[in-house]
């Protein structure tokens, strides 16, 4: 490679990061209900299964989600500390909908079930905090194939700091079904239009990037060549 064609190695470098996904945030479940919440399944002593599903009209396209968020807004002050325990959470795409959540979760998840995080989420907690969950396998999801379905298995759950109580939306006058984008189902209860208001950190792949990275890498490929 001579000292013209070397000239253009940062551009075509420069095209190449350009061409990857670019990150975005979507909060889904917005506004939270006033002055009220839950703490299943991250809140309180709680041990046991989780399950909240997502309709597909909430996600603009496929993407990749690298974490989520849990929002303590309208608790109000107490807690000190997020609660010690075991939470295994998996991603999956479901057939169910937030009307038709099974209390059976084996009905519920989808063959594209994977975890995507497992450990302990103690910290120091004040109110209003932010509950974010760092995915350490990013789950690829597209709203075309189906609703999203969040699992969550809890063991060992302790509250040493006292409860949490996420903000969440859906509390019609107590009865837990004042919305049509979540439902959710715990120890074989279900609740059809209620949820936690969650956060999703994502990767949002765009077609016009890959055509762009896939230039680049020939590019390169072309230059190396010569």
Known sequence: MNKATSSFVPT??????????VSAGLVVGLPPDPGNG????????????YQQVYTSSLFPGPMLITSLAFYDTQGGPGPTFMNSGSWTISLSTTSVDWNTISGNPADNIGP???????????????????LLIALTTPFSYNPA??????NVEVSGASEPGGFIMFDA?????????GNTIMGRQYHGYTDHGFGLVTGFDTAIPEPASFALLGAGL???GLLRRR
Do not use: E, K, R
């Open 145 to 150: 194939d189906g609703n999203l379905l969040m």
């Open 38 to 49: 839950n703490c299943l399944p991250f809140g309180c002593a709680y041990s046991g299964d």
């Open 169 to 177: 939306n859906g509390d019609s006058a107590g009865y837990f079904n």
């Open 218 to 220: 020939l590019a390169l």
């Open 12 to 21: 075509i470098i420069a095209l190449c990061f350009a061409a990857l996904p």
């Open 112 to 130: 594209d079930n994977s975890v995507v995080f497992s450990g302990n989420l103690y910290q120091p907690w004040t109110f209003p905090d932010t």
